[in-house]
């Protein structure tokens, strides 16, 4: 990220003090802010032209057309919102498979073709956790989020 604003700058747009920030109370923030703000995590997460045109048909089709001029600023401002991925997942199909029996059972069926397809079609939804190495944070995220879905 070559920039950020300061957290003064940040807190001001907020319309909240540092103390706050460090509270469990709630905050209204603006739309265009929080957007904006996502946007700038998304823009620095992994993307892969390839696997974008590959997995998404309709983008694939858009872009040849010349309606989506930059796939990756699309998926930034758009597809990211619209539950794409930009990146193939990180899944290790075996821990992925023990770990959640259901997919491994899906697999076995035929329903979905491996773990990884599964993850991209419903587990990254479903706040499941890809692989051994990204489980502290994906429990970390999972943890904030239902904080705050509670108050």
Do not use: C
Not at 19 to 44: C, G, H, P, W, Y
Not at 62 to 80: N, S
Not at 102 to 124: M, N, P
């Amino acid at each position: 990220m070559e920039y950020l604003p300061n957290i003064d700058l940040l807190l001001q747009a907020l319309r909240i003090n540092r103390e706050r920030l460090n509270s469990k109370s709630k905050i209204a923030i603006d739309a265009k802010l929080l957007r904006f703000l996502l946007q700038t995590m998304v823009a620095d997460s992994p993307f892969s032209e390839e696997f974008y045109l590959e997995t998404y048909p309709d983008i694939a089709e858009a872009y040849a057309a010349g309606q989506i001029p930059d796939l990756k600023r699309h998926y930034v401002e758009l597809g990211f919102f619209e539950g794409r991925m930009g990146a193939p997942a990180p899944v290790d199909e075996a821990y992925y498979t023990s770990l959640y029996k259901d997919v491994a059972a899906a697999v076995q069926r035929g329903d979905v073709k491996s773990g990884a397809e599964h993850y991209q079609r419903s587990g990254a939804s479903e706040g499941r956790i890809p692989n051994a190495q990204l489980k502290a944070l994906v429990e970390s995220w999972a943890a904030v989020l239902r904080d705050e879905a509670r108050v």
